[in-house]
């Protein structure tokens, strides 16, 4: 799991900078459908060997998150801003950490800027869609 953590942590510093503290995402923002775009990318750190794949909301802050790492691609994340704004509403730590032991830690930060990085990449929702439910099952075959 240290693995885990010191990979992710450098890899988000390299598409983008954090700001605010470690661990709590952005609270929940009112949408404007009209405005709504979501895209789908993918960026390769060949320093850590690791594909990552983000779903971004219309300011460019991840939705959904996976890294698949090594040559075998094996999941290290696949985190939920969804499940973890839920988490954090319940002020369980406890959930918390075994939700990030379980499907690593949710990039935080904006990715604005992804598309003037050489690794980053757009890809298919339906590409997104295959990776997510591959990574969800190997980290979590039972379900849960």
Known sequence: MAERRSTQTHRCHALRSTSGPRHVPRPAAPRNPQIHATRWIRSYYDELDTWSYF??????????????????????????????????????????????????????????????????????????????ASAREALAPEGG
Do not use: C
Not at 77 to 100: C, P
Not at 115 to 120: F, I, K, Y
């Open 55 to 132: 779903e971004l909301d219309n300011e460019s802050w991840a939705l959904r998150h996976v890294d698949l790492q090594g040559p075998t691609l094996q999941p290290v994340t696949a985190a939920a801003l969804s499940e973890v704004l839920g988490i954090r509403d319940q002020r369980d730590q406890t959930a918390m950490a075994d939700y990030e032991h379980k499907y690593g830690i949710l990039a935080e930060g904006s990715l604005d800027g992804w598309q003037d990085t050489q690794s980053a990449t757009e890809i298919t929702a339906a590409e997104f869609e295959r990776i997510w």
